[in-house]
């Protein structure tokens, strides 16, 4: 191990150990007495496969929790899984509980950044700045692409780094969010602005209850609406065989019921149904459309094209989309929920693939 990580490791551990005394927190009781926790959240939740890939216990594993293939894994946790307990304490899996529904929203309208281009209005990227503007943050986590289309974080500090274009837009393959939001953390001063699918927000949420660090830095969480998302090698595997060449895609969607990958001499399109076979089983079992546990949770449905729906549920995501409109950086329109309901029932419906 490196200096950096031994470094980093005793950090984590000197968090849990203060969340414990703080709160007296109890790590939950091992359902395989005698195994270590890494073989716990292995049997409860990675053999299971009802893993989402969130990669919340990664984030906070002193060990050394990791992606394997497609799968998240310790392959020498016999030897280096310490069992601190810290990752069935924060998976939102181990004890799985289903969150589904609308949340509690205060408003719902649509909007659209006269600033900013994104995958719809572009208001993620129009939220994340303007908070960095009134100074609630300093940072916003960013899901950017490499030329491959494989997911890289950026840490957004200056709205002149949105010039590199791949930042906003929609990458319909996991990115590791959480491993880098322990690293924003680190480094903040203000605060941190994170953007993630509804799993990704059930982990912030996770640290934020067990880790005092977390509740105090993460000052924004904004939440995208999914149906569903991809390992890397599958989907880029399938759009290559569909004909897409990576190198002259510029945007992938899916709206109306079709998958569509934008080039800049052509467009590939076909029935997102065809991408069941490929569907992560940690998505199948996943009843969160909307992320009803941020502070603000953005969509494509619920609004014309072109401008991104968002459901408001804290006061912290009011008080930024009042200083949008102030500022005149955005147009406003109404949101549809009704829109919504079809999507919300499918994804409600994946409780009974628990079951199975
Ligand atoms: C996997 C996935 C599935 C989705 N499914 C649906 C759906 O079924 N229906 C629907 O209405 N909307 C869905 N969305 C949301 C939609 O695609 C847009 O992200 C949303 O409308 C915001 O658009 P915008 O123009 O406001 O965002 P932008 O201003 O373009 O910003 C996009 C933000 O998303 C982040 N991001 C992009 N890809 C990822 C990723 N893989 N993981 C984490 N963060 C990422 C970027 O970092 C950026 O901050 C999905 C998004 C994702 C990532
Ligand atoms: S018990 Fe601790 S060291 Fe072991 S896998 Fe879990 S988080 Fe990592
Ligand atoms: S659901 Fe998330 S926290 Fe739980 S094992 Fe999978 S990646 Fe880790
Ligand atoms: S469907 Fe979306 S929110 Fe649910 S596990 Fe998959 S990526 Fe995460």
Redesign the pocket.
């Known amino acids: 191990m490196h200096d950096a990580d031994i470094k980093a490791c005793e950090e984590v551990i000197k968090m849990a150990t203060v969340a414990e005394s703080k709160w007296e927190i109890k790590v939950p009781d091992k359902p395989l007495k005698d195994k270590v926790y890494f073989e716990n959240l292995k049997s409860v939740v990675i053999d299971t496969e009802i893993c989402s890939r969130c990669l919340t216990c990664a984030s906070v594993c002193p060990g050394g929790i990791t992606v394997v293939g497609d799968k998240v894994d310790f392959p020498d946790y016999e030897t280096k899984c310490l069992d601190c307990g810290a990752c069935v304490r924060v998976c939102p899996r181990f004890v799985y509980e289903p969150l589904s529904g609308m949340g509690p929203s205060t408003a719902f309208i649509a909007g659209r950044?006269k600033r900013?281009a994104?995958?719809?209005?572009?208001?993620?990227?129009?939220l994340?700045v303007s908070a960095m503007e009134m100074g609630i943050i300093d940072r916003?986590?960013?899901?950017?692409r490499n030329e491959n289309w494989e997911?890289e974080m950026f840490h957004v500090r200056d709205p002149e780094q949105l010039a590199i274009t791949t930042?906003?837009?929609?990458?319909?393959?996991?990115?590791d969010?959480l491993p880098e939001l322990k690293k924003a953390v680190k480094f903040t001063k203000n605060g941190v602005g994170v953007?993630?699918?509804p799993c990704?927000v059930s982990g912030v949420r996770k640290l934020q209850q067990e880790y005092p660090i977390f509740r105090e830095k993460i000052k924004l969480v904004?939440g995208?609406?999914?149906?569903?998302?991809f390992h890397y090698s599958a989907i880029s595997q399938y759009l290559r065989d569909k004909g897409v060449d990576f190198s002259k895609l510029v945007k992938t969607?899916?709206t109306m019921g079709k998958f569509i990958a934008t080039m800049t001499d052509n467009e590939v399109k076909f029935k997102v149904k065809a991408l069941e076979e490929i569907l992560p089983s940690g998505c199948n079992v996943c009843c969160d459309?909307t992320a009803v546990e941020a502070d603000v949770s953005?969509?494509?449905?619920?609004s014309v094209p072109g401008f991104?729906?968002i459901s408001v549920r804290e006061p912290i995501a009011q008080k930024i989309l009042d200083y949008i409109k102030k500022q005149g950086y955005a147009e406003f329109g109404e949101g549809d929920p009704g829109q919504l309901g079809f999507?919300v029932g499918h994804k409600k419906k994946r409780a009974e693939n628990l079951k199975k």
Request: hydrophobic share 45%.
């Open positions: 950044s900013f994104g995958q719809d209005g572009a208001m993620v990227t129009e994340i916003g986590l960013f899901a950017g997911t930042l906003s837009g929609t990458k319909y393959t996991f990115a969010v953007v993630g699918t990704i904004v995208l609406f999914c149906t569903e998302n969607d899916i459309f953005v969509g494509s449905v619920g991104s729906t999507l």
